[in-house]
């Protein structure tokens, strides 16, 4: 008798919700992602894996920072992170969402 597993995958919508900062690579436009995890890990971060629903499909992300600001997000917060690891990884793989909400730009 084989053992039933369920699991419920949670699929999200991308982007950032406002007060909300998200550090991400999309793991299914890197070529070895396995190596990429370990090379993210390797240089700090600890990511948790994220299956985000986008118009051509699901993709599956790391997400390396989630923070959030109950007042207005700082200009250009995590852009030097995002552009160090574009230099690493193909850009396009490479995610900075920053919510901001309309009254605090």
Known sequence: ???????AIQIEKPG????QVILAI???KIKFPVKALS???NIGYSPKLKLVKYAS???ALAILKD???ESSIPEEYL???WMK???IFDANAVHLWCGRSAKNG
């Open 16 to 19: 950032a919700k406002p007060g």
């Open 39 to 41: 090379v993210v890990k």
């Open 26 to 28: 999309d793991l299914t």
């Open 85 to 87: 690891l574009q230099e």
């Open 79 to 81: 852009e030097e992170e």
């Open 57 to 59: 499909g699901v993709r």
């Open 1 to 7: 008798m084989g053992i039933k597993i369920e699991t």
């Open 67 to 69: 923070e959030r600001f």
